[in-house]
């Protein structure tokens, strides 16, 4: 390692562990979990030793806490008779309201920034404009909480949604987001959304954004399309995708956010609508489990982690500084390499939207259907 090497061997204390340097060195850390068990006091240990300034949740998430112990059966007996949606609801607000408290110290100590919480909207809307807004302002006025951030995907139809959510002053968090060309489409939809917003008479610095760019399940589509061709060169691409991806990503918002639009918008409150790397668990055991991490390091993004991620990292991750910044031209010759093996990013980022909105609206039916089965066990 080199003279600017900062791996920690005393990773529990405060100023040397992995999770205090990659918040130092401007990465904000937010968990991607959410459960009974985390809010009964797991989430504020998260927060005070791995420096965790933030929570996203999803349908699959929701799905996992339900369905394990018996920590939701007296919300599920009062709600006896109730409509499983309306409980689904419910109870998944309940939990994001109940987050967003616990982080509120940390919304207010960095100034609206961090210390939000992310619920996403019915996943079955996401071809739909107008179901997709009307469940937006719903959810906001349900949670009722300055740092909550309602999730939208970034569908072709998600894209007015947001910009409509923005500009009544929603908070939104921009999920599934594959492609490049997609992503500058989500940044568009952002723009517009607090120009549209100002013009209301909003205050613009409240309204916080991200946009959830995803990392790991690239490079598993990619991989297996490069073993498919199966040649030395073809494999030796492999695990390479998914990075330059997103540092290709990284780039395009740093074009965008330096532009004369950005600039006005900036003059008036606005804060920029932050990369955040989703996806980032490693999904295949041959790569280093925090290559998501250690590889995506520049000041100003969220890295979203599961909780499994996030221990590998405050146990072994490595903080080497930025290591994206300038690695555009490197990375655009990684996807050039991969498209000329005969892989198509652009079906392959296509493929994933369309699969990932599938997944999520699979995990929902899986929390419709655990949710009945606990309302019916409650009125038995």
């Known amino acids: 390692m080199g003279e600017n090497a900062t791996e920690s061997t005393d990773p ?24 009974r068990e985390l809010l009964g006091g797991g989430l504020a240990d998260l927060v005070a030793n791995r420096d965790v300034v933030g929570v996203t949740t999803n349908p699959t998430i ?27 609801e419910k109870i998944t607000t309940d939990d994001v309201r109940a987050a967003a408290d616990q982080l509120r110290d940390v919304y ?75 992503y500058r489409a989500v940044m568009d939809a952002f723009l517009s959304g607090l120009e549209q917003a100002r013009d209301n008479g909003h205050d613009l610095g409240p309204i916080g954004s991200v946009a959830s ?65 989703a996806s980032t668990g490693v999904k295949n055991p041959e790569y280093r489990d925090t290559m998501y991490v250690d590889e995506l390091v520049v000041a100003g993004v969220v890295n979203t982690m599961p909780l499994k991620t996030l221990e590998a990292f405050a146990d072994h991750g490595i903080v080497l500084g930025d290591t994206v910044t300038g690695t555009a031209e490197e990375a655009a010759a990684t996807i050039a390499a991969i498209e000329a093996q005969g892989v198509s990013i652009a079906e392959v980022t296509r493929r ?3 699969e990932g909105v599938h997944k999520f609206e699979v995990s929902w039916d899986e929390l419709l259907g655990t949710t009945k089965a606990g309302l019916d066990a409650a009125g038995a």
């Not at 990659?22 to 991607?32: F, H, T």
């Not at 806490?65 to 009062?78: F, K, R, T, V, W």
């Not at 030796?236 to 600039?263: P, T």
């Open 213 to 277: 760019f995803f990392v790991s399940r690239v490079d598993a589509a990619v991989d297996a399309a490069l073993e498919g061709v199966g040649t030395p060169e073809a494999l030796e691409l492999r695990g390479k995708a998914a990075i330059a991806n997103a540092r290709l990503a990284y780039a395009a918002y740093s074009e965008v956010f330096s532009s004369d639009r950005w600039r006005a918008l900036e003059a008036a409150g606005a804060r920029p609508q932050r990369p955040l790397w």
């Open 108 to 182: 207010d100590r960095t100034g609206t920034v961090d210390g939000r919480v992310s619920i996403e909207v019915d996943p079955r809307l996401a071809r739909d404009t107008e179901a997709t807004i009307a469940a937006a302002r719903r959810l906001w006025a349900k949670v009722d909480r300055p740092n909550v951030m309602i999730k939208i995907p970034a569908t072709v139809e998600g894209l007015p949604a947001i910009t409509a959510a923005l500009a009544d002053g929603i908070s939104v968090n921009v999920t599934l987001i594959f492609s490049i060309e997609r």
């Open 62 to 88: 929701f799905a996992s806490a339900m369905s394990q112990g018996h920590l939701y059966d007296e919300d599920l007996a009062a709600l006896r008779g109730t409509d499983v949606e309306a409980a689904v």
């Open 12 to 35: 529990t204390t405060t100023e040397t562990r992995p999770t205090r340097r990659l918040s130092d060195a401007g990465v904000s850390i937010w968990l991607d979990d959410l459960s």
């Open 352 to 354: 994933l939207e369309e």
